[in-house]
């Protein structure tokens, strides 16, 4: 397991064990152990003479959804549990965007890392228009059409981009057919970075 414990297991199905053999209800094990935080499915089955067989499939957090609810790597959203998570990107859009969102993140994500970023979050709007925040705080406006096309071409002079201004880029707007709109982060003054120093 990597999110369920033993303990949790154990808790739930030992009650339900005192009746021996026969009376052990596996239909109420089965629902209790469905209701523990990270549970995707469970199946519950005796063995002949002393043993109960409890197979639980946790889901695989992919990321943060709408902050409330996490995304499983199978495109499952589910409640977000109240406790201490690992860093995940965040998803904003539908539930029926979900199978959608997660197939775009797995498609861009290594582009991105193929030159030193990661995806922090991804948004679709409910008219399909797509918009992204990578690690390093730059917003990528993309659009709804052609998007894989503007994303490739982009993150393909990024580097090139990069070398050209060392100033901190901080928004792309790439709807447009033959090229990207910039925004950059203004240079300090020098007073602004003699007062930082």
Do not use: C
């Not at 197979?55 to 957090?61: A, D, L, M, N």
């Not at 393909?156 to 090229?179: C, F, S, V, W």
């Amino acid at each position: 397991f990597h999110f369920v414990t033993p303990e949790q297991v154990q808790n739930v199905t030992v009650p339900y064990l005192n009746g021996g053999f026969f009376a052990v209800d596996l239909n109420s094990i089965n629902q209790k152990l469905g209701n523990l935080n990270w549970v995707e499915q469970v199946e519950v089955r005796k063995k002949w003479p002393d043993t109960l067989v409890v197979q639980i499939k946790e889901y695989r957090p992919i990321a943060l959804w709408n902050t409330k609810h996490m995304l499983a790597e199978e495109g499952s959203v589910f409640t977000r549990p109240n406790i201490k998570l690992p860093v995940l990107p965040q998803f904003n859009g539908q539930e029926l965007q979900a199978q959608e969102m997660l197939s775009f993140y797995q498609k861009s994500q290594p582009l991105f890392r193929a030159v030193g970023l990661s995806i922090a979050t991804v948004s679709l709007s409910e008219r399909n228009a797509w918009r992204v925040q990578l690690s390093d705080g730059l917003v990528l406006e993309i659009g709804r059409n052609d998007v894989d096309l503007r994303l490739a071409r982009f993150i393909l002079l990024l580097p090139k981009i990069r070398r050209e201004d060392p100033r901190q880029l901080m928004h792309a707007d790439l709807r447009y057919t033959n090229g990207f709109a910039l925004v950059w982060q203004d240079k300090p003054s020098p007073a602004e970075t003699q007062a930082a120093g």
